[in-house]
């Protein structure tokens, strides 16, 4: 996957002295919290169908990543944000939304979703592309018209949801692996 390392605009040290050592942490991160996610997700679509789904992921999918997050103890963190959020707590600062609106427009001049690297301080931030690549995901963040049950109980546990009307090969959103140096 083609990277950009971003190294002005946001008051960054110099270039990444071992970028794809932090890629790979960021990768083995990522890879475990779309397994949790994914995993958890599939087994409850299939068991007792989108409703029950969506309220599993409502009580569970905020827990079930700062898990993982902790799992991989305290110099890692990782999250999930959106341009457009559904649960406001994914709801990306102004530095983060920038770097989301860059990614999109990559994504959009390229057709290739790429992850951005950020150099802060003590710590190395790796934005990784989310794309709506399984049919599953537009279920709860597609078009919703046909599944009035479904918005209904979208619209009661997340009144300021924004995370519907995509499309298969749009970009959802990333996951932020933060990693502390020198550790
Ligand atoms: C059963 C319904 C359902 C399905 C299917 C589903 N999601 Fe979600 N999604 C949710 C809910 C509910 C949340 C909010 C979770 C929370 O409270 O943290 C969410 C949140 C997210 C977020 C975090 C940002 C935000 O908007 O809060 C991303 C990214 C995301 N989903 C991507 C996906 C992708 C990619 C797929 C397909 C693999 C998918 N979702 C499938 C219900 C669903």
Known sequence: MKKIVLASTFAVSVLLANP????????????ELLKTLGGNLKKHLKANGPVDALRFCSTNAYNLTQKVSDKFGKE???????????????????????????????????????????EKNDKTIVYKPLVIKKKACIICHGDLSKRPKLAQAIK?????????????GDLRGAIVVTIKKGK
């Open 20 to 31: 794809s050592s932090y890629e790979q942490t960021a990768n083995k991160v990522a890879k």
């Open 76 to 118: 890692i963190d990782v999250k999930r944000i959106s341009l457009k959020p559904r649960n406001p707590a994914n709801t990306p600062n102004s530095e983060e939304a920038a770097i989301l609106r860059k990614m999109e427009d990559t994504y959009k001049k390229s057709q290739k979703a790429s992850s951005i690297i950020v």
């Open 156 to 168: 009661d546990i997340y009144p300021t949801d924004k995370a519907t009307g995509y499309k298969m």
